[in-house]
């Protein structure tokens, strides 16, 4: 007669149950204390435990029919799963090979974006400081008004001098402070961001902020503060506006691969695209965090021109040389 | 209970470990995130609360800019490596995961790296402060226009979960990773070990157990998990119909249902073994 023996499935189950108890056991010590609070049985036995888990799950989905086991397995060999092929670094570890190895190889993996974004500013700034040049007011066509802040071509030398070397009254933390909410890094994000769309967006907005700079650098020049207006700029603006270009860089990387995946689906290319675009974007967070210092105490404290020249220069050439200097050949991303 | 079943197949993802073994994970579903999105968010400003009120009250000799600028660097870290810190632990969870039970993993075959965590959530800034920002943005006439369409281009990416059928966020894309469901396991009691002092009093002719298939028998092991009277009683009689079964004088319905089960399962395992799986009544294999 149907039933009377115990079913199969049941003595299946209380014969390995003791080993996923065990197995249970052990993941739940590592979620709480870390791998650490193992003994060195536990260590050993992990594994082991894990793959008997397993099979219990192929052997049970073939042969019972007992939906709690089947769900239980599964959700406890996935959970073993993650700790087993997870996450193995500590954050300490990850930042370090982050400033060593990832954000250098990143910049330079993205070398021809970051060429094509440069080239993008460089041409609007040429552009509008030759139309400002010639009619003023184009001026007022490129330049938001509460960015220029009195900084109009109807200004005086004098007034223009003036905004060169004090900056109203504010100390260098509290301009620290308001910089970490500022035009350049919201123009930094957006430019990341929006190179989702194929690219378009951020190289209009490359072109839109040299707009913005060759016709400041313009109305300053026509009041012959051309040198001035350099040193101003570029104490900050070498780590800032090269953080842009950066993120301008990152942004096309991924609109690349939206718009070209190649041989892969658009959702595998950008995925692939990401990895290196957001390591490049998470170090440009880093150098606008670097520039609002430059600009809260180095612009305040040093008002030699030349200083600030060579300030400026200075740290270029540290970013080209971390980023494009020479490295040891397995060091690839 | 049907519906329940056929959401878990919607979710149902597949990932293959290393050793060749399908572990069908489930997706985490929207509510479930948007939970965990709040409960983290409530954590950290409570904490960043506290902070500036520690700040504010402990800083003022240094002046007040001082203070300040001290709070925004923490604001800075606090939201920036929050969950970077969490996501990277053994648990691949914050907090609000946590409560939420759910967690982040990988895609792919490959392990949840440091860097794919980083990368996910480098890109919150831009799902979730850049609509934000859009919002609140002053408008004259034309700006007014412009953070529009920044506005709806920027909603884009904060419903972007909304609109893929693995739920991932613009960050998980570009990372690669999902978020799913991570239960804590319960092994449930195994119905069939119930049926042993129940033996003698139900036995089935091998008719009788021919009358269903695996999804019956799933349907009527949740309708004895759940053990609802008025369920139990119109299922029983249902099952009674259809294997001209006559009730008999003391005869309990869940006692009945338990021992048909283990029966059924009894039958159905048996053929499984031969390689035969019946997938419901309508199956004549």
């Known amino acids: 007669m149907v039933g009377q023996m115990t079913l199969k499935s049941h003595r299946f189950r209380t014969e390995r149950e003791q080993s996923w108890r065990e197995l249970e056991t052990i993941l739940k010590a590592i979620e709480g204390r870390g791998m650490k609070s193992l003994s060195d049985n536990q260590i050993v036995a992990l594994p082991r435990l894990y793959r008997s888990t397993l099979s219990s799950l192929s052997v049970a989905r073939a042969t019972s029919l007992d939906q709690g086991v089947i769900v239980y397995l599964e959700s406890l060999s996935a959970r073993a799963y993650y700790i087993l092929y997870g996450s193995q670094v500590s954050l300490g570890k990850r930042i370090s090979t982050f400033f060593l190895r990832d954000w250098p190889l990143a910049a330079k993996a993205l070398w021809k974006e970051t060429a094509i974004s440069a080239a993008l500013t460089l041409l609007a700034a040429v552009l509008a400081f030759i139309l400002v040049k010639n009619n003023p007011d184009w001026f007022y066509t490129f330049m938001p008004d509460n960015m220029a802040d009195g900084r109009t071509p109807a200004a005086s030398a004098e007034v223009l001098r003036e905004t060169l070397y004090h900056e109203g009254g504010s100390d260098g933390l509290g301009i620290f402070a308001s910089f970490l909410f500022s035009h350049n890094s919201k123009v930094a994000m957006f430019a990341f961001a929006l190179g989702f769309a194929f690219c378009i967006p951020t190289a209009i907005l490359l072109l839109y902020n040299g707009f913005i700079l060759g016709s400041f650098i313009a109305i300053f020049s026509e009041k012959s503060l051309g040198f001035e207006v350099g040193g101003w700029l570029i104490i900050h603006g070498a780590t800032e506006i090269f953080a842009i270009i950066l993120a301008g860089a990152a942004g096309m990387h991924i609109g690349k691969a939206v718009a070209f995946p190649g041989e892969l689906t658009r959702t595998e290319s950008a995925s692939k695209a990401g990895g290196t675009a957001s390591l490049l974007m998470a170090g440009v967070v880093i150098m606008l965090f670097f520039a609002g210092l430059l600009e809260g105490f180095g612009r305040q404290l040093v008002t030699n021109d030349l200083l600030r020249y060579g300030i400026g220069l200075g740290t270029l050439s540290i970013w080209l040389l971390y980023f494009y200097g020479p490295r040891r050949v397995e060091d690839k991303l | ?285």
């Not at chain 2, 902070?51 to 007040?64: D, H, K, R």
């Not at chain 2, 946590?98 to 860097?115: D, E, G, P």
């Not at chain 2, 005869?251 to 053929?271: I, N, Q, S, W």
Request: aromatic share 10%.
């Open chain 2, 1 to 285: 209970m049907a519906g329940v079943i056929s959401q878990r197949r919607v979710d149902q993802r597949r990932l293959i470990t290393p050793e060749g073994i399908d572990l069908q994970v489930q997706l985490a579903d929207i509510g479930a995130r948007i939970g965990a999105y709040v409960i983290d968010q409530i954590i950290i400003n409570v904490g960043l609360i506290a902070a500036f009120f520690i700040i504010i009250f402990g800083g003022l000799s240094a002046g007040p800019e001082v203070a300040i600028t001290i709070f925004i660097l923490i604001n800075f870290f606090v939201r920036n490596f929050y969950y970077m810190f969490f996501e990277m632990g053994p648990k691949a969870a914050t907090p609000g995961k946590r409560m939420s039970k759910i967690r982040v993993a990988s895609r792919t075959q490959a392990r949840l790296t440091a860097n794919a965590v980083f990368a996910r959530n480098a890109m919150r800034e831009i799902e979730i402060n850049l609509p934000l920002s859009f919002l609140f943005m002053s408008g004259d006439s034309v700006d007014g226009w412009i953070s529009l369409l920044g506005l709806l281009w920027s909603g884009i990416f904060l419903f972007f979960p909304l609109f893929n059928k693995d739920r991932l966020r613009a960050g998980d894309l570009i990372a690669g990773t999902w978020v799913v469901r991570a239960p804590k396991p319960i092994l449930a009691k195994d119905l069939a070990s119930e049926k042993v002092d129940l033996d003698s009093a139900y036995v089935f002719t091998p008719e009788q157990v021919e009358a269903y298939g695996v999804h019956e028998l799933h349907v009527l092991e949740n309708v004895i998990r759940a053990n609802e009277q008025q369920t139990v009683m119109d299922v029983a009689e249902r099952i009674r119909n259809k294997i001209n079964w006559s009730k008999g004088m003391s005869e309990v319905d869940l006692d009945f249902l338990k021992a048909y089960y283990a029966a059924l399962r009894g039958r159905l395992e048996t053929r499984l073994l031969f390689g035969v799986r019946r997938k419901d009544k309508f199956d004549k294999t």
